[in-house]
């Protein structure tokens, strides 16, 4: 090639910069709805930005949230459990069991966080040993477990539980900070590095984007949906256990229809409903915008039939925005 000859031109691909790709993230577009629903309640309500009203807005998720870290790991892997709020049932009522029998709060705790762990460990022995799919599995566990709570009491309730019981759900660590919120921070911090520093993370990833590559690489999957089973379950045991400290009661009735909320949560923080994506940031800040959003309605005097309502519609069109989305490109 002579001096005056010019070489062909390439054009680099184009690079998007890390700031650029965290700005259009989903995350990204939750935070804002986050804040925009956050400015509309401190317009709507004069009572919004009082901050005891705000530090109890946080009871609207922090229990569910407990859930969602656990139930996220466990569909991002390509199952799910239905059966969290009858466990959360059943594990209330074993606390009042114990109470019964004068057990004091320690054995209280250790009731409720044992027997979510034994009905995770049995719906995921249903699904890795047997092959069962989780959706059957635990929608059939979900009426087996509050069957059994209805049974033990009935139409009856359990109350009385010790005094100092009462400090995970209505006790505060400094000022209008809650103890349950305390410890929807802690695992927060636990499942974001657990999911996206760890081995084990990246392993609930590679199932659920292909669980038969994942076995072929030497990944035991039945072992790590085995554990993430036992975690929704420890996890589902943890609520019970704040659940009925708030409340000071147990009825078999307790947490009905927070199943739906728990799998909204997630699905809205960003999780593929079919499993293979999803991150904690997403699930912290998808309970802060459910919160967010019933606490403003609650302080307008909206009925819970109406939340119920808007919780369902909110599921069906996160899980159908994406496939709109791709047919309105196309």
Wanted: aromatic share 10%.
């Amino acid at each position: 090639m002579s001096l005056t000859e010019t070489a062909p031109r390439q054009i680099p691909d184009r690079l998007r910069s890390p700031l650029a790709a965290k700005l259009k993230s989903w995350e990204s577009l939750l935070l804002a709805v986050a804040i925009g629903i956050f400015i509309l309640n401190s317009l709507a309500s004069p009572y919004f930005l009082n901050a005891w009203n705000l530090s109890d807005a946080t009871f609207n998720f922090t229990e569910k949230a407990m859930i969602a870290f656990a139930m996220a790991l466990l569909i991002i892997s390509g199952e799910i459990d239905l059966s969290v709020a009858s466990i959360i049932a059943l594990a209330s009522t074993a606390m009042g069991v114990a109470m019964e029998m004068g057990a004091g709060t320690p054995v209280l705790v250790l009731a409720g966080l044992t027997t979510g762990l034994i009905c995770g460990g049995f719906n995921g022995l249903l699904v890795t040993r047997l092959g069962l799919p989780s959706i059957v599995v635990t929608i059939g566990t979900m009426s087996l477990f509050r069957g059994i709570s209805y049974i033990i009491l009935g139409d009856g309730a359990f109350r009385g539980y010790p005094s100092d019981f009462s400090w995970f759900g209505q006790g505060y660590v400094f000022w209008v900070i809650s103890v349950e919120f305390v410890i929807f921070a802690v695992l927060a911090v636990f499942y974001g590095v657990l999911l996206h520093k760890t081995n084990f993370g990246r392993s609930v990833y590679a199932i659920g984007n292909n669980a038969t590559g994942a076995l072929f690489s030497g990944i035991r999957v039945d072992r790590v949906k085995m554990i993430l089973f036992l975690l929704t379950g420890l996890m589902a045991g943890l609520a019970a256990v704040c659940l009925t400290s708030r409340l000071g009661s147990t009825r078999p009735s307790i947490a009905t229809g927070m199943e739906l909320e728990v799998v909204t949560m997630v699905v809205l923080g960003g999780v593929n409903i079919l499993g293979g994506s999803g991150s904690i940031p997403g699930v912290v800040i998808a309970a802060f915008v459910m919160g967010l959003v019933t606490f403003g309605l609650g302080l307008l005097n909206v009925p819970g039939i109406v939340m119920s309502i808007f919780i369902g519609l909110l599921l069906i069109g996160v899980i159908a925005l994406p496939r709109l989305w791709s047919m309105w490109r196309g």
